[in-house]
């Protein structure tokens, strides 16, 4: 089981816990379990919002699971300061197989957290991302996952980029959209949201990251 000593400690954490207790709030017909998060472009803070988000439901469930669906630039490997040998990428391609989970599953203690972290990294370069984000075996792998923990996290990649995130997206309870209020111009961030809809993804939240009248460590968290 891996340390991790940089989490940030709790008291700094308020606008996640007001995060985690929208997204409850959002569950209207049916519980919410597991949550995408994705932006625009690079760089607007999706993958620090997916590893304090996570950090927050641990202190209250037992089984929370991180994925790294970034399979082209992963970066929860480098949160939890873990290994990225394998992974989502290795266990997908082997997944006929039946393998055993806690060979690509790491568990992470947080520091001022009760519950360890249940982490799947991107794992293995792969030249088909969207081939495998997209086939049956993500689908079935998910909602056997979504069985076994509480909750569950995806940090995917930037809609304008790539369209890796739209398949996640569509067998996830819901997306979390990121937007730098510093780096994110108005009308990619509205075309990406535009995409979301037209794909059918359930939009949960925006959050506003690196505002001027926001600490560093704050989150704006807005919804219709």
Known sequence: ?????????FDNMEAFRKLKTNIEFSAVEKPIKVVNITSSCANEGKSTVAFHLAQVYAAKYKKVLVIDCDLRRPKMHRYFQISNQIGLSD??????K?????TYIQEVTV??????????????????????LGSSKFKKLLQALSKQYDFIILDCPPIS?????????????GTIFVI????????????????LERSRSKILGI?????????SYDYYYTYE
């Open 1 to 9: 089981m891996s340390k991790n000593k940089n989490a940030y400690k």
């Open 91 to 96: 266990l997908l391609v082997f997944i006929d």
């Open 98 to 102: 039946q393998p055993d989970l806690s």
């Open 111 to 132: 520091t001022d957290c009760e519950n360890a972290i249940s982490v799947l990294t991107s794992g293995s370069k792969v030249p088909n991302p969207q081939e495998l």
């Open 161 to 173: 980029m790539i369209s890796d995130t739209f398949y996640v997206s569509n067998v996830s309870d």
């Open 180 to 195: 730098s209020m510093k780096d994110t111009k108005k009308d990619i961030a509205l075309s990406s949201i535009r995409q």
């Open 207 to 215: 959050v506003l990251t690196k505002t001027q009248n926001l600490s």
